[in-house]
């Protein structure tokens, strides 16, 4: 059960994020080549320490040379497959299963 705090953040979170001001990290990977957006949160401190979890997910998968930006901004894509010139948004999901 969300508590107001919960709920009041949210609101806020999404606010900010459709101003443009919310945080995000952004991490960029050399192999594969790709950019990744992870958020939006309501402050830079909360982006920051949710870093590690993404890295280490990242790591796990593969990844290497991993470069962490956290900053301001409105992500068109949350993912960006630079080798395969692909835009990939996480939050859009098929309807039927066969599709991507």
Excluded: H
């Excluded at 997910?57 to 068109?76: F, H, T, W, Y």
């Amino acid at each position: 059960m969300k508590s107001i705090w919960d709920n009041l953040k949210e609101l806020l979170i999404n606010a900010f994020d459709n101003l443009g001001f919310a945080w995000w990290v952004e991490i960029i990977t050399q192999s594969p080549r790709c950019t990744y957006y992870f958020g939006p949160f309501l402050s830079s401190a909360d982006a920051s320490a949710a870093v590690k979890g993404y890295m280490e997910d990242l790591e796990s998968e593969g990844a290497q040379g991993i470069m962490v930006n956290v900053k301001r901004c409105k992500p068109d894509s949350l993912t960006i497959a630079e080798d395969l010139g692909e835009k990939i948004d996480r939050k859009v999901k098929p309807i039927f299963s066969g599709q991507v």
